[in-house]
């Protein structure tokens, strides 16, 4: 590729989009969690997950990141929104809020930041090896063989987990059969 | 040290257009915001042009003229309904949720759009080509869904809601017909001679090209009936007739962009066109050859491809020539005299770039983006078509196509091509155990 | 209504706010403006979920006092009235009112007079069965019929208006006969409407009847059996529709219409899609009687002797004809004077739709836009 030096884009920009889409995914995070709007906290969350599939695309997995967008921001919020939207008809968001097990959620939460601070001093070491080869043009191949080859049967267990929920919905919830 | 700048950035644009890649691939920016301009400017035309062909074909089918008016034939009235709607007052209900009353339309015209970062115009002529082309643009046009549900929301009234309600579920019902579609389309990409298929739309066109048969006649009636299922599936994606119950007029739940006045409104309208353009696209790409130019065995060699590659300068000296005799056929008289002037003028304008297009240097560059716009355009004419001949769906009518025909369809050509395509395999193994 | 499941007495509707004792019952209300209720007509649905439990109409839009209005004109004057009450099929109206006058002063109309009152009569059937057709398919989306029957329609009322001067409203009879002998190129004009005409039945039929969104949005949809049609007094295509080859024209033959050859096409199973098949096959027939009656047009006068001043003897009459939408009648108590003590009409849209609610039941919400279009009613005829 004849382009010139002074134009090569590739290394640089990466801690910057890192920055950028870990700070909109923290402040997603936290704005899912604050607003008294239930709607309001959902599409907080579409944006967290948004980011993540850009996450994904930066670590050489664009699979994963168009799986994450298609089944989770496009189908599971979806999913979300439809259930706040018609159980919330009638503006319960106007509740308060409440905060009577702040115990528990102090301890869950200290619990979690001493996980955080584990993770970063020890760093890369946690992982034995490397899990795939960072070879993007390879990533839905390589997704592919592992899955319908190696965890075949972890894959078909999901899947029928799945189908059992999806029916307990459905049984649970029609009138009559 | 300027000039240095200069012949440097010259030569940088100048390196591109020999290399073979997109723009995105190949990582030159400078190509890919021109190229996103072109996608951009070129859409809205396309949107323009589409709201212009819609009420003609529609009138023409229902033996009566449509807009002639708003200069000759018609041709200014998008321009003038664009202007209108900008004028508008901006009208927001009172109990509404403001910041996701003015989200909803940005997220829908968000997602038609951006869709078309990976649509392949040619073999170097998109954006860019992610190697999950095909898998993004589903993505993305899924959270077109997401805007929808938002603005049923946000208009804080019962009917829009129901019919936002509506309308997504049913979006979101065809999306598992149209992604099972899709499926079968790739297994077929994965039956060139490397034996490995491939997401990127350039890639799938360009394995059409290495097998020598565009998916929808490979293996008979496969690839028709996987065509088929994409081709209903995408009607109702869109919903469009015969599946726009949730926006028709008639029926008592109203449509989710009931409150949407002015410019919002037409946000929708202009995200609505370039989602049919966008799946159109889709579709064009997994089954009709995308860029490539119609019988390249039948009517194979070098006079053909000559012959071939004058069609996009010739379609536009013919459409110069339409104007210019209706410009003939206009009434004579001093009203009439600047709409004549004027579409003598469009007709010049179509015929000068006819010309532009039957240079040879032009020719092989625009020939590509000339075929795939075509075979787009055909499909946009079956949509004003199935909006001008057929009933509304019932919705529970819609739904059980949705979930008990297209799927089970869709399943079906799945298994059965990808049995077809390993056949040789399963037959040595048979044969050979 | 006084069915007691259907009734909505216990419910209160004017306020509506206040809870309702079914939790799963949601009262609806499709307005008097509605674009696909043909109208000013109000309907009150019950609803649980999308499926209709039970409907009521509130009709009176548009009632205007016509048959007041009748006891204070004198025959001649109150001609005019009836063509606004059906204002589809006005000519129907005329006829309907003008026999009904001349049989209660025993007075016959000449061959002539009856034989164009057919032609025209025939041709507002089809006139009114086009429009029926434009506006059900726009109803149920398809939205191109509506122009195909609007430009079909269109030679009919050039024939009207130059035959009487009117498009719509055409007060085209007069009692005793017809006032204006027929212009010249009457018969070659209906002629050549009725060649140019024939094809287009089959045009619209293949725009829909084998159309798969069609048959699935029509077949099964708003059913009523014979034995409620008959118990409801719903008469016209809906009627024949269901079963019963009842057709005033055949069975009390009133303007010479023994002297014609025609089908009266019913269907079995009494859905919209079964009423769909009959209107088509009646604009079929209605083709072949306007043939007949141009073909054997006789010569003679067009007006009986009728005095001038009407004062038909005291008695009471009651005549009815088959309309485009039914049986349409008139009652007519003279009290020996110039002017009618009471003039009744019974409008086949009113009766028609107290059917309603019946065929409604069970359907879902979207059909219910269906069963109003398949009824063909017309407000003006239902208000009066």
Redesign the interface.
């Known amino acids: ?4 030096t ?5 290394p640089v920009a990466t801690p910057f989009f890192f920055y950028m889409l870990s700070g909109i995914m923290l402040i997603g995070g936290i704005l899912v969690i604050t607003r008294k ?1 239930p ?2 906290s959902a ?1 907080a969350l ?1 944006t967290v997950l948004l980011a993540q599939a850009a996450i994904y695309l930066m670590l050489y997995a ?2 994963v ?3 994450q ?2 089944l989770y ?3 599971i ?2 999913l979300f ?2 259930v706040i ?2 159980v919330n ?1 009638d503006r319960a968001a106007k509740e308060r809020t409440f905060n009577s097990q702040w115990l528990v959620g102090s301890v869950a939460a200290i619990a979690l930041g001493g996980l955080f601070v584990a993770v970063y001093v020890k760093g890369g070491n946690i992982f034995p090896e490397h899990a795939l080869s960072v070879i ?2 390879d ?3 390589k997704v592919a063989t592992m899955l319908y080859g190696q965890y075949m049967f972890a894959f078909e267990i999901a899947s029928l987990l799945l189908l059992v929920a999806i029916i307990g919905a459905v049984v649970m919830a029609k009138k009559r059969i | 040290m300027g000039h240095e700048l200069m012949g440097q950035l010259v030569q940088y644009i100048q390196s591109y257009l020999s290399s073979d890649q997109t723009p995105g691939a190949a990582g030159n920016m400078f190509w890919v915001l021109v190229y996103i301009l072109a996608v951009f400017v070129g859409l809205s035309i396309a949107v323009i042009a589409m709201n212009w062909l819609e009420r003609k074909i529609l009138a023409h089918m229902q033996v009566r003229l449509g807009p002639m008016r708003v200069g000759p034939h018609g041709l200014l009235q998008p321009i003038a309904d664009a202007i209108k709607l900008l004028l508008k007052e901006d009208i927001i209900p009172a109990e509404a949720d403001v910041a996701i009353f003015w989200m909803a339309p940005f997220m829908v015209v968000l997602a038609a759009f951006t869709v078309f970062i990976v649509v392949p115009f040619g073999p170097t002529h998109a954006v860019t080509d992610m190697n999950i082309g095909i898998l993004f643009m589903l993505g993305v046009s899924s959270l077109s869904v997401l805007g929808i549900v938002m603005a049923g929301w946000a208009s804080n009234s019962h009917y829009p809601l129901i019919g936002a309600l509506r309308s997504s579920a049913q979006m979101v019902s065809y999306e598992v017909a149209m992604g099972l579609a899709v499926v079968s389309a790739i297994v077929m990409t994965s039956l060139n001679a490397s034996g490995t298929g491939t997401l990127s739309m350039i890639g799938i066109v360009q394995a059409q090209q290495e097998q020598g048969v565009w998916f929808i006649f490979k293996f008979f009636p496969l690839g028709l009936i996987a065509f088929f299922i994409f081709a209903v599936a995408m009607v109702a994606e869109t919903n469009r007739a015969p599946f726009d119950l949730a926006e028709a007029e008639s029926e008592l739940t109203a449509g989710f962009h009931t409150e949407y006045s002015g410019f919002r409104w037409s946000l929708f309208f202009l995200a609505e066109y370039s989602a049919m353009i966008a799946v159109s696209s889709i579709a064009v790409t997994l089954w009709l050859g995308g860029w490539l130019r119609p019988f390249p065995n039948l009517l194979s060699g070098s006079t053909w491809d000559l012959i071939f590659s004058l069609f996009p300068g010739v379609t536009f000296l013919f459409l110069a020539a339409m104007c210019f005799f209706n410009a003939v056929r206009m009434p004579k008289h001093p009203f009439f005299r600047i709409q004549t002037i004027g579409l003598a003028g469009f007709g010049v304008v179509l015929g000068l770039i006819g010309l532009v297009m039957l240079v040879p240097a032009v020719r092989i560059r625009v020939q590509d983006i000339f075929w795939f716009a075509a075979k787009v355009a055909a499909f946009m004419y079956l949509y004003i078509w199935y909006r001008g001949t057929f009933p509304r769906y019932r919705f529970d009518q819609l739904m059980q196509m949705g979930w008990k025909v297209l799927l089970p369809m869709g399943l079906g050509v799945l298994i059965l091509t990808a049995t077809a395509g390993l056949w040789p395999l399963i037959q040595h193994s048979i044969w050979h155990p | 209504m006084t069915d007691s499941n259907s009734s909505l007495s216990h419910l209160d509707l004017e306020t509506p706010e206040k809870p309702f004792l079914d939790a799963n019952e949601l009262v609806i209300n499709m307005g008097p403006q509605h674009p696909a209720t043909h109208g000013v007509l109000r309907v009150i649905l019950r609803l649980d979920g999308e499926k209709v439990l039970g409907l009521e109409c509130v009709i009176g839009y548009l009632h205007r006092g016509v048959e007041k209005i009748g006891e204070h004109r004198t025959y001649t004057m109150f001609n005019p009235y009836v063509d606004r009450m059906d204002y589809v099929a006005a000519v129907s109206n005329g006829l309907g009112y003008c026999e009904t006058v001349e049989k209660l002063l025993h007075v016959e109309a000449p061959p002539r007079a009856q034989y164009v009152r057919v032609i025209l009569a025939e041709l507002n059937r089809l006139a009114s069965h086009q429009l029926w057709l434009g506006t059900h398919a726009l109803d149920i989306g398809a939205i191109t019929p509506l122009f195909y029957t609007f430009r079909d329609r269109e030679e009919i009322l050039k024939i009207y208006e130059k035959y009487c001067g009117a498009r719509l409203t055409t007060h085209a009879f007069r009692i005793g006969g017809l006032q204006y002998e027929t212009y010249n190129g009457f018969e070659r004009e209906v002629k050549n409407f009725l060649s140019f005409f024939r094809p287009k039945i089959d045009e619209y039929e293949e725009l829909l009847t084998t159309n798969r969104i069609w048959v699935e949005r029509t077949k099964n949809v708003g059913i009523i059996s014979a034995k409620d049609c008959i118990a409801l007094g719903v008469t016209g295509p809906v009627l024949r529709a269901s079963g019963v080859k009842w057709d005033l024209r055949k069975a009390q033959p009133y303007a010479n219409y023994k002297n014609f050859d025609f089908d009266i096409p019913t269907c079995q199973n009494g859905d919209t899609y079964d009423r769909y098949l009959v209107r088509m096959a009646e604009m079929r027939q209605s083709v072949r009687i306007i043939e007949q009656a141009v073909e054997g047009l006789p010569e003679g006068p067009v007006m009986a002797k009728v005095p001038k001043v009407m004062k038909p003897p005291a008695g009471e009459i009651y005549h009815s004809i088959e309309a485009p939408k039914g049986e349409l009648g008139y009652f007519i108590v003279s009290d020996g004077s110039t002017q009618p003590y009471r003039v009744r009409v019974r409008p086949p849209s009113f009766v028609n739709l107290q059917a309603l609610d019946l065929m409604c039941r069970g359907q879902l919400v979207a059909d219910v836009i269906a069963v109003i279009g398949t009824l063909d009613i017309v407000l003006g005829e239902v208000d009066r």
């Not at chain 1, 590729?1 to 010139?4: K, Q, T, Y």
């Open positions: 590729m004849a382009v010139d002074a134009f090569n884009m590739a709007n709607v309001h599409l579409i664009p699979f990141a168009g799986v967008i298609i921001a496009g189908g919020m979806v929104l439809f939207m018609l008809i993007e043009n990533n839905t191949q």
